[in-house]
């Protein structure tokens, strides 16, 4: 590693391990050294992580969820609301969900794609949802979207499946079980997921918002036809490149939808990409002649933990 390289993750991790760990020294030498380390944070939490597990730890931490183990598993709690998982799913508690998931969630019924371990549900059940239908891919999963929507009395309906254009599986490699997990991934192990067609999942949901974050959803959203893109009133869709994002754009703009927000969420430094947040509202058929006029991006204010 070149001195400028330590010099950079000093400069900027420094700060936060000062200001969440105990024995951030300890920190700092296992993102050097690699391997595994007993971590103390400021809040009380210890256990043996990776650097993964610490970076997603010290997120969380930084941004005051209280962080306590639970057998084989982490809860990370903030006023009423917690959320159990590992530590490298929790990663993706560390957004501000009422910034990018803007929209009137009460008596909604809310179509999840991308349900990683429940949080999100949670978040829209919090907000008024009556009923969240949750797709899932990832078995290991599951386990915890039924333990945090029965722990947070979310009426969930659940799916050990992704989407795509078809009915079928998809194959993803890996080297962690981590939120941004999709077709995109890569490492050194492989797993084989159920993939259910987008748009029966669309036409059969009854949904009032749909939310779609996973890795490679958004192709699929683009072979929907437009009679059933329009069953649903509000999208909420995380674009995970900036090809992806006009493509998602052009589509819905075409199907009859105006585009409520596009705002450029953050940059995936680990893989080189920009995502983008984008939300859709149905025009009403007398008004789709009308001009659509299309937000420019805005730059989320959220702070999301780097994807890894």
């Not at 730890?57 to 057998?71: C, T, V, W």
């Not at 371990?117 to 969240?132: K, M, T």
């Not at 969420?265 to 990409?273: E, I, L, M, P």
Request: hydrophobic share 40%; aromatic share 8%; glycine share 10%.
């Amino acid at each position: 590693m070149s001195p400028m390289r330590f010099g950079l993750l000093t400069l900027r991790g420094l700060g936060r391990s000062v200001l969440t760990t105990r024995n951030f020294w300890s920190a700092i030498a296992l993102r050097i050294l690699g391997g595994e380390r007993r971590i103390v944070m400021r809040n009380g939490f210890a256990a043996p992580m990776s650097w993964l597990e610490y970076s997603a730890a010290r997120e969380l931490s930084r941004m005051g969820f209280a962080l306590e183990a639970e057998g084989d598993a982490v809860v990370c709690r903030k006023g009423d609301v917690a959320i159990v998982g590992p530590l490298l799913s929790l990663a993706a508690m560390a957004v501000d969900f009422g910034t990018i998931y803007e929209a009137d969630f009460g008596g909604k019924t809310v179509l999840d794609i991308g349900g990683c371990i429940g949080e999100s549900a949670v978040y829209f059940a919090r907000r008024g949802a009556s009923r969240v239908i949750v797709y899932e891919p990832v078995p290991e999963h599951h386990r915890f979207i039924r333990l945090n929507c029965s722990r947070n009395a979310v009426n969930a309906e659940l799916h050990e499946a992704g989407v795509g254009a078809s009915d079928g599986t998809m194959t993803v490699h890996f080297d962690y079980i981590t939120p941004g997990l999709g077709e995109d991934s890569t490492g050194g192990r492989t797993a084989s997921f159920k993939v259910r067609n987008l748009a029966d999942v669309i036409r059969t949901s009854g949904a009032d918002i749909a939310k779609l974050n996973c890795e490679g959803g958004e192709k699929a959203l683009l072979s929907v036809q437009e009679d059933v893109l329009r069953l649903v009133p509000l999208y909420l869709i995380e674009a995970h490149s900036v090809e992806l994002r006009k493509s998602v754009l052009d589509k819905f703009v075409a199907s009859g939808f105006e585009v409520v927000k596009d705002w450029q969420y953050c940059k995936d430094t680990g893989r080189g990409r920009t995502i983008h947040i984008l939300t859709f509202r149905r025009i009403d058929r007398n008004d789709i002649g009308g001009a659509v006029e299309q937000t420019a991006p805005r730059q989320s204010t959220a702070r999301p933990a780097r994807r890894q």
